[in-house]
């Protein structure tokens, strides 16, 4: 039986996950979510067991939602993929590669127009990757084609530690003059760094 996450619940996934990485128990890296918890509850209120789900190097939480095993989930962060998590089954997948799976996410929302398919896909990015050519490609494109597909572009201000907008020198992003139904927007702050817990140095 699919679990029901609260914010709550989500919360003490990822602390959990902290806990483990600062004893040196997870040795490799990992991005921590905060902060995303309601807005996340909210949108997968309307994603669909059949659908497809691609995200960047931060998906613990699109994962659990989705309704994959919560310890499935911690055992592939504690073997060292936390930011590769992959589970086929599940429909879900993401890459640690900026913007990697948005080109796989619109092949696939062809492939499922193509073959007439109920299912449809949900691509979430960050505020700096929505800038970058490949981002604005595959926003044309999937708009251009009309395919199932949502972006979900989840704006914390920051890439690493540089600010979005402060890099592309510009008060706003080309994302927030558009209005779009295919593309959903929410901002956000952490209380984590980039990657890690705060609390241990890796390399």
Request: proline residues 3%; aromatic residues 12%.
């Amino acid at each position: 039986m699919k679990k029901i996450w609260t914010s709550e619940l989500l919360v003490e996934f990822e602390t959990r996950v902290a806990e483990k990485f600062n004893l040196g128990e997870i040795r490799a890296p990992i991005h921590l979510s905060d902060g995303t918890e309601e807005e996340l509850i909210n949108i997968f209120r309307d994603v669909k067991e059949e659908d497809w789900i691609f995200c960047s190097w931060r998906s613990h939480y699109q994962c659990l939602l989705k309704g994959v095993p919560e310890e499935e989930v911690f055992k592939e962060i504690v073997n060292g993929n936390s930011i590769t998590l992959a589970f086929p089954e599940y429909r879900v997948f993401s890459s640690a590669i900026v913007g990697g799976s948005l080109p796989i996410a619109l092949g696939v929302a062809l492939s499922q127009k193509i073959a007439k398919s109920a299912s449809k896909v949900w691509c979430f990015l960050g505020d700096m990757t929505s800038e970058t050519g490949m981002a604005q490609t595959c926003f044309e494109y999937a708009k251009n084609h009309e395919l199932p597909i949502t972006f979900v572009i989840e704006d914390n201000g920051i890439s690493t530690v540089t600010e979005t907008r402060q890099v592309w020198n510009s008060p706003k992003l080309r994302y927030e003059n558009v209005s779009r139904e295919d593309i959903l927007t929410y901002k956000y702050k952490s209380k984590y760094p980039h990657s890690g817990a705060g609390k241990r140095v890796e390399f």
